[in-house]
């Protein structure tokens, strides 16, 4: 009688130095056995808390040409692809007035928020979307886009890095910010739509946010299959209670006046068109010490967390 396949492995998984039982062939050449030990003990670099200036001045910079700025962490994540997150990849887009700039991410989803300047974004099925400052956008399409700027522009742009282990349906416009009250003008993109800060509904929330959605992803209340976009507030003199989540954060600052955060008690401050990033578990809190609203747009990798039902949300 045949020996079973556990008589015949059993001695090679014990004695990893043992003659293996039979011949090696294409398929058990690329077979490899590891104890359970080696599927906790994986080390990888942490996500740091960052805040990318330089690449905000260079966006910004009146001198800069058309094209994309980079947020990229990939040597400190030691990962060998462009990323901002191990999951997200985020950019400013510059683009001269007059002048176009194509794209052809391969993602599944893109998002943007209009920093400054207005113009178009065709799509490769002919569509045209108009945009212009304080805007902000949802393509899910992962086409060819012309961006065309009308005027001088600077757009921040958000995808997923890696394959998207979230799938649904596609979004559509995510929203608008940070004047959430203008009305749309004529002829503006039928998918977005204005909304308002919400008051406070006590200390059980986190922050006062609008989370941006969209019909298509109704039912899970994210953005996108794996990304969730939040315009939050925080009213002159207020802290928001210090909290942790799984999902990283990486924040658009769209106005402030002395803010800052304080992560794992290191305090970060607050500039203007700069995006920052908040580690995954890390407990933090940002603050307003200043006299004006501030603003800001968050984009987190939550619709990952969601779906594996792992957000992991906690007060500090």
């Given at each position: 009688?045949?020996?079973?396949?556990?008589?015949?492995?059993?001695?090679?998984?014990?004695?990893?130095?043992?003659?293996?039982?039979?011949?090696?062939?294409?398929?058990?050449?690329?077979?490899?056995?590891?104890?359970?030990?080696?599927?906790f003990n994986?080390?990888?670099?942490?996500?740091?808390?960052?805040?990318?200036?330089?690449?905000?001045?260079?966006?910004?910079?009146?001198?800069?040409?058309?094209?994309?700025?980079?947020?990229?962490?990939?040597?400190?994540?030691g990962l060998?692809?462009?990323?901002?997150?191990?999951?997200?990849?985020?950019?400013?887009?510059?683009?001269?007035?007059?002048?176009?700039?194509?794209?052809?991410?391969?993602?599944?989803?893109?998002?943007?928020?209009?920093?400054?300047?207005?113009?178009?974004?065709?799509?490769?099925?002919?569509?045209?979307?108009?945009?212009?400052?304080?805007d902000t956008?949802?393509?899910?399409?992962?086409?060819?886009?012309?961006?065309?700027?009308?005027?001088?522009?600077?757009?921040?742009?958000?995808?997923?890095?890696?394959?998207?282990?979230?799938?649904?349906?596609?979004?559509?416009?995510?929203?608008?910010?940070?004047?959430?009250?203008?009305?749309?003008?004529?002829?503006?993109?039928?998918?977005?739509?204005?909304?308002?800060?919400?008051?406070?509904?006590?200390?059980?929330?986190?922050?006062?946010?609008?989370?941006?959605?969209?019909?298509?992803?109704?039912?899970?209340?994210?953005?996108?299959?794996?990304?969730?976009?939040?315009?939050?507030?925080?009213?002159?003199?207020?802290?928001?209670?210090?909290?942790?989540?799984?999902?990283?954060?990486?924040?658009?600052?769209?106005?402030?006046?002395?803010?800052?955060?304080?992560?794992?008690?290191?305090?970060?401050?607050?500039?203007?068109?700069?995006?920052?990033?908040?580690?995954?578990?890390?407990?933090?809190?940002?603050?307003?010490?200043?006299?004006?609203?501030?603003?800001?747009?968050?984009?987190?990798?939550?619709?990952?967390?969601?779906?594996?039902?792992?957000?992991?949300?906690?007060?500090?």
């Amino acid at each position: 009688m045949a020996k079973t396949l556990d008589e015949l492995e059993l001695r090679t998984l014990i004695d990893p130095n043992a003659t293996p039982p039979r011949a090696a062939v294409a398929f058990t050449d690329n077979a490899r056995y590891l104890t359970s030990l080696d599927g906790f003990n994986i080390k990888r670099p942490a996500v740091p808390a960052h805040s990318f200036r330089a690449e905000r001045d260079r966006a910004l910079a009146p001198g800069t040409p058309t094209g994309l700025v980079p947020l990229d962490l990939s040597h400190t994540l030691g990962l060998g692809y462009p990323a901002t997150t191990p999951f997200i990849l985020s950019r400013y887009a510059r683009i001269r007035a007059g002048e176009t700039l194509d794209t052809a991410f391969r993602a599944s989803t893109e998002l943007y928020h209009v920093i400054r300047g207005s113009g178009t974004t065709r799509i490769g099925n002919g569509e045209t979307l108009h945009w212009e400052a304080a805007d902000t956008f949802c393509l899910a399409r992962g086409e060819t886009l012309r961006h065309a700027a009308a005027e001088d522009a600077v757009l921040w742009v958000k995808h997923q890095r890696a394959p998207a282990p979230v799938r649904g349906p596609p979004a559509a416009g995510a929203g608008r910010g940070p004047d959430p009250a203008r009305p749309l003008p004529d002829g503006r993109d039928p998918a977005a739509a204005p909304v308002r800060l919400p008051g406070s509904r006590g200390a059980a929330m986190a922050g006062k946010s609008v989370n941006l959605g969209n019909v298509a992803m109704e039912s899970s209340r994210t953005t996108t299959p794996s990304f969730t976009l939040a315009l939050n507030s925080l009213l002159p003199g207020e802290s928001q209670r210090g909290h942790r989540h799984n999902a990283v954060a990486v924040t658009l600052v769209l106005a402030s006046e002395r803010c800052y955060s304080l992560i794992d008690g290191e305090r970060a401050e607050w500039e203007p068109n700069t995006v920052m990033i908040t580690p995954p578990a890390a407990f933090h809190s940002h603050h307003n010490e200043g006299t004006e609203l501030a603003l800001f747009l968050i984009v987190q990798d939550g619709g990952v967390y969601y779906h594996c039902r792992t957000m992991g949300f906690s007060y500090e």
